[in-house]
């Protein structure tokens, strides 16, 4: 058995001992169905070798993770003038705050808060049918994730249709600002159906890739995004992947991340490995429990963090 599959298998039964879990996201039911007690955890090192135990291949709800995946199709179709719509700086705020909109006249702080996440699909959405931008989304998962089964589950996309008000708001409101070019409900049906796409670990593990090599998978040697891109990339996860708890999981983990509230987190260790963890139960800020607290222990055994 290769190290790094030592600690990731001690990692995951350490975690699986714990009783404290959070507590599952209950505002989309689908997510409040979802059992708390299961874990799982992939590494893919820079060479292809990949320590997976647990639940890591147990598809579960990305919900805002895939925010990184539509932020990097959304750069390549309008580049820099994404910058126009959308800001580069942590809120501090909830994921699905709408206090700062008022002020900052409809454009959202960052792209991975709901509000910069919605305007980033209506960029996607420009110019297509709502099913033809899902469908790009889709494939562009499958393609980086190297697996055509990826799909989207419907019954979680169609609980936050139901109850999805608070984003409703958010679309409305900045759409009274212009900040949003096409209509609200399709935006609003695009959205809540890419973050409802599912996948496990070990595929969202290979997916991000790119970013922890700069810009390229390194096995099949396909170029995603520019270097430069991919690093600008992981500076809006660290500062921005986690909310009003981006801080708190830059001093304990050290490595730029994304969460999800169906309880993943994708990560990346620049240069050396792409990690995606999967506990459905929240912290109060609305990211993993316990997928924080083991890639704390991943990073700090294996000396992972960006920080030195
Ligand atoms: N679909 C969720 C929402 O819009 C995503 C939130 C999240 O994962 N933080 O509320």
Not at 31 to 39: E, G, K, M, W
Not at 206 to 211: I, K
Not at 276 to 293: K, M, Y
Request: hydrophobic share 40%; glycine share 10%; aromatic share 8%.
């Amino acid at each position: 058995m290769s190290e790094l599959q030592r600690v990731v298998s001690e990692i995951v039964d350490e975690m699986r001992a714990r009783e404290d879990r959070g507590e599952v996201a209950t505002y989309i039911s689908e997510l409040a169905r979802v059992d708390p007690r299961q874990f799982g955890l992939a590494v893919i090192d820079a060479e292809g070798n990949v320590a997976a135990a647990g639940d890591c291949d147990v598809p579960f709800s990305i919900q805002s993770i895939s925010k990184v995946f539509t932020l990097t199709l959304a750069l390549g179709k309008v580049g820099d003038r994404l910058w126009r719509r959308v800001g580069r700086e942590p809120s501090g705020s909830p994921f699905n705050s709408i206090v700062q909109l008022e002020r900052e006249r409809g454009i959202p702080r960052n792209p991975f808060i709901n509000a910069g996440a919605i305007v980033v699909t209506d960029v996607i959405l420009s110019g297509h049918q709502p099913r033809e931008a899902l469908g790009e989304i889709l494939r562009f998962m499958q393609f980086l994730g190297q697996d055509a089964s990826i799909t989207i589950d419907s019954a979680v996309a169609a609980s936050e249709q139901r109850t999805g008000f608070r984003n409703r708001a958010l679309a409305n409101y900045m759409k009274s600002f212009d900040a949003i070019e096409n209509t609200v409900d399709f935006v609003l049906g695009a959205y809540f159906h890419h973050c409802a796409i599912a996948m496990s670990c070990r595929q969202l593990a290979t997916a991000g890739r790119f970013l922890a090599h700069l810009g390229r998978n390194p096995e099949t040697g396909f170029s995603v995004v520019q270097p430069e891109r991919a690093r600008r990339i992981n500076a809006l996860m660290l500062t921005c992947g986690h909310y009003d708890g981006s801080g708190e999981f830059a001093y304990r983990v050290g490595l730029p991340g994304k969460s999800g509230v169906g309880g993943g987190i994708f990560a990346v260790a620049p240069g050396k490995a792409s990690i995606a963890v999967w506990s459905p139960g929240l912290d109060a800020s609305g990211n993993s429990h316990l997928g924080r607290l083991a890639l704390e222990e991943l990073a700090k055994r294996l000396g992972w963090s960006i920080f030195g």
